[in-house]
Nanobody, 119 residues
């Protein structure tokens, strides 16, 4: 059973930045999802082995997903953070093509890392 491990969460003030990491990567598709208390899980960003990426509208221009194949790690650089970005962030992997809106297609998940943004 593959276990993805996230790191990099924490507490920051609005406008600040955090970088999340997840290993191991190397699957066809890697994604970041988040879930805030009382809300449904939502897709944040995905990156495919081709290098193509998809972002949620709410994070476009602020978040960047990338991967380092040598380190087998995928990153989520989060800039200009807002209080509404506060959530548990999860890394996920899928062996085939992926859609940001279809989290249930992802086969492997991490335990999550908390991101808290204060105003």
């Amino acid at each position: 059973q593959v276990q993805l491990v996230e790191s990099g969460g924490g507490s920051v003030q609005a406008g600040g930045s955090l970088r999340l990491s997840c290993a191991p990567s190397g699957y066809y598709c890697m994604g970041w999802f988040r879930q805030a208390p009382g809300k449904e899980r939502e897709g944040v960003a995905v990156i495919r082995v081709t290098g193509s990426t998809t972002y949620a509208d709410s994070v476009k221009g602020r978040f960047t997903i990338s991967q380092d194949n040598a380190k087998k790690t995928v990153y989520l650089q989060m800039n200009s953070l807002k209080p509404e970005d506060t959530a548990m962030y999860y890394c996920a992997a899928r062996r085939g093509y992926c859609y940001i809106s279809r989290s249930t297609d992802f086969e492997y998940w991490g335990q999550g890392t908390q991101v808290t943004v204060s105003s």
